[in-house]
T-cell receptor, first 110, second 117 residues
């Protein structure tokens, strides 16, 4: 069974610090990887996707992918209290289905 | 950006009744829509893949006769929870993939919170 694993947290960082969120996946053939942010009681919103090894930057967010290690991460620079949410890692399977990790709860303290 | 709506946003129903949830892609066409369920403090679990003009594909353990899915057009999919029971109370979220453009992105609706009393 294909799995996507995340540390449930909570991960607590001070405002202005870098938050590092990690995700591992079991299917070596996976090609596309997504990071979603979900506020309590709301549906997920896409932050970034990545499909090539290396780093992809978008504003304060950087996604990192290492297919050899089956590892994808999300860095949030200059963390803000408004970044406090649950971050979901998702891996695209055949047929465009997404398999989600359990999510990591991030708390940014002022 | 692509927008997906859901209606209703929340619903309370009595045990044994049926509830219909609509998922609409507002500014794009979607041949494929996905229905997820999320229990408190848990991640999203895919229930089924809804394909326009054909039968939905259900994930293992999801009762197709209980969760009826109809994808009648390129912009509308419906999920009907039949004979709802309290254990069906959950947050139901749909997502849609644009028929054109990148195949990497799914756009999520705002979710429907179902409470069965």
């Amino acid at each position: 069974q294909k799995e996507v694993e995340q540390n449930s947290g909570p991960l607590s960082v001070p405002e202005g610090a870098i938050a590092s969120l990690n995700c591992t996946y079991s299917d070596r053939g996976s090609q596309s990887f997504f990071w979603y942010r979900q506020y309590s009681g709301k549906s997920p919103e896409l932050i970034m996707f990545i499909y090539s090894n290396g780093d992809k930057e978008d504003g304060r967010f950087t996604a990192q992918l290492n297919k050899a290690s089956q590892y994808v991460s999300l860095l949030i620079r200059d963390s803000q209290p408004s970044d406090s949410a649950t971050y979901l890692c998702a891996v695209k399977e055949a047929g465009n289905m997404l398999t989600f990790g359990g999510g990591t709860r991030l708390m940014v303290k002022p | 950006g692509a927008v997906v709506s859901q209606h209703p946003s929340w619903v309370i129903c009595k045990s044994g009744t049926s509830v219909k949830i609509e998922c609409r892609s507002l500014d794009f066409q979607a041949t494929t829509m996905f229905w997820y369920r999320q229990f408190p403090k848990q991640s999203l679990m895919l229930m089924a893949t809804s394909n326009e003009g054909s039968k939905a594909t259900y994930e293992q353990g999801v009762e197709k006769d209980k969760f009826l899915i109809n994808h009648a057009s390129l912009t509308l999919s419906t999920l009907t929870v039949t004979s709802a029971h309290p254990e069906d109370s959950s947050f139901y979220i749909c997502s849609a993939r644009d028929i054109v453009g990148s195949s990497y992105e799914q756009y999520f609706g705002p979710g429907t919170r179902l409470t069965v009393t």
